[in-house]
């Protein structure tokens, strides 16, 4: 049998990273995400893969709508395989592409 329970997520890193919470998913999700799921996803209990396609879209579009039009432009997409460590295509090694922007509204928010 498979482990259910796999540790916290790159999710969990990156919700830090943006300053999201569970709510701020929530909250902008047309998909009916739960903040128990969200919290789930965020611990590293297994998802389905609907499941994982959901916590991804409503990441990404929590992101997008507190961008400006420029950020925007340079924003690069998360897939599920950048959120997850057990999906299919996951790279340990992976490099975020946002590291700058995450970085720079970090800073203009302090």
Known sequence: MEEADLGPQPLDQL????A?????????ST???THKQVQRARNGRRLTLKMMMKVTRAFNVTIWHRLDKASKEG???????????????????????????????AQSES
């Not at 919700?15 to 943006?18: G, L």
């Not at 999201?20 to 902008?28: A, G």
Request: charged content about 30%.
């Open 20 to 28: 999201l919470s569970n709510h701020d998913l929530v909250e902008i």
């Open 75 to 105: 924003y690069f997409e998360y897939g599920w395989k950048h959120l997850f460590n057990y999906a299919k295509g996951y790279q340990a090694d992976f490099v975020d592409p946002n590291r700058e922007l995450i970085e720079s509204r």
């Open 15 to 18: 919700m830090t990273d943006w």
């Open 31 to 33: 998909e009916q995400l």
